[in-house]
């Protein structure tokens, strides 16, 4: 097992991560005790590798995913698959993320990613992207619920792990199956349960919807912890979901991308009611750089310095200049002209002004 690297210089004021209050219960999936109200990170294709998720875990989440793996590229040996199963022991708890149509190669990759130490096992059945949903992975399996208790049985059956899921309310609006789904997959092993509040046909459009998610978490069969997701964006609306719904915990995506304070200001928040001043320009910068030290020593050179490109506009989002600092950093070809360019923002006395 990879045991975690230091993190380098990171020069900071970032505050301890607040307590969360006893909201409803501390939830424990197994072995795995999870904080009050815990706050996950959401897996997502080309954005949950292990440099994001560092950022993410020094500011306060508590329970994270890795990208997820298709069980067929697994199978394959694929490259990019394989590196996927890439987990450090600073993350922890972590959980690897699985995708597939087949029922018995989902089995099998479950056996094949517990070799890689996660914490815990997770199944995809809620990515609505094309590419995935209409060859019969993520969302499809909505459509087919006996071939998801199957396909859960499996992985369940081929791991000692604890085996999580993460799914949507149903295929579209008339069929909204996912009360079913909870108790069924439930019946047959898993031990937590996340529910984006929209149908595959809503894609990401729209509003989330949690109305079905609570009354998931208020039926008395349900035993596992039942996290929210969908459009968590500040602290405030993570506080008002929180009490409207009932949930145990949420998990935060989108909103994490480029500012991954949203996980220490959710927490501050709930802890206290009052909301914690937005990063400094020196914590931009410094957690940027923490991004891209790490972006490099998992990549490499050039795949860590090119990768790391879709990032920059999100850290500097509504910092004076902006725009000629993002073009500046996606032209840089090597580390050290990345690292100087940083440096000169750090120094610049920018001032955010939106």
């Known amino acids: 097992m990879k045991r975690a690297r230091c993190f380098g210089k990171l020069s900071m004021t970032t505050p301890a991560p607040a307590v969360l209050p006893s909201y409803p219960t501390m939830p424990s999936i ?16 080309d ?19 890795t990208e997820f793996i298709s069980s067929e590229g697994l199978i394959r040996a694929a490259a990019k698959s ?32 517990t070799e890689a130490g996660p914490d815990l096992i997770d199944i995809n059945y809620g990515c609505p992207v ?19 208790v199957a396909m859960t049985a499996a992985v369940v059956r081929n791991t000692p792990l ?14 909204r199956n996912v009360e079913e789904v909870a108790e069924r997959l439930q019946d047959v092993g898993i031990e937590a349960l996340t529910v984006h509040g929209r149908t595959r046909v809503q894609l990401y459009k729209g509003e989330a919807d949690w109305r079905l998610i609570a009354k ?15 459009d968590i ?38 802890a206290t009611g009052q909301k914690l001043a937005p990063p400094t320009l ?51 070809e090597v580390g050290e002209e990345v690292f100087g360019i940083l440096e000169e923002i750090a120094v610049s006395e920018a001032v955010l002004v939106g």
């Open 30 to 45: 197994r072995h795995i005790q999870l904080p009050d109200f815990p706050l996950l990170l959401a897996p997502m294709e």
């Open 47 to 65: 954005v949950s590798d292990p440099p994001f998720r560092a950022v993410c875990k020094v500011n306060g989440a508590d329970l994270m995913y």
């Open 162 to 175: 604890p085996v999580t899921v993460k799914t949507r309310l149903g295929w579209d609006d008339d069929t």
């Open 216 to 230: 998931i978490k208020e039926n008395p069969r349900i035993r596992i912890p039942i996290f929210g997701n969908g």
């Open 282 to 332: 020196d914590e931009r910068v410094a957690m940027c750089r923490l991004h891209f030290e790490k972006s490099l020593s998992w990549k490499g050179p050039k795949a860590g310095i090119f990768e790391m490109r879709r990032h920059y506009a999100h850290y500097f989002r509504g910092l004076e200049g902006a725009k000629n600092w993002r073009a500046r950093l996606v032209g840089a």
């Open 233 to 270: 964006d500040s602290p405030e609306k993570a506080a008002r979901y929180r009490d409207e719904y009932g949930v145990d915990g949420i998990m935060i995506g989108r909103a994490a991308i480029g500012y991954p304070w949203i996980f220490r200001e959710v927490k501050h928040y709930l």
């Open 130 to 148: 094309k590419q995935v949903a209409l060859r019969g992975a993520g969302a499809a399996l909505l459509r087919d619920i006996p071939k998801m």
């Open 82 to 113: 394989r590196q996927k199963l890439d987990v450090f022991d600073y993350e922890r708890p972590i959980g690897i993320q699985l995708f597939g149509s087949d029922v018995a190669t989902m089995g099998e990759c479950a056996a094949i990613s």
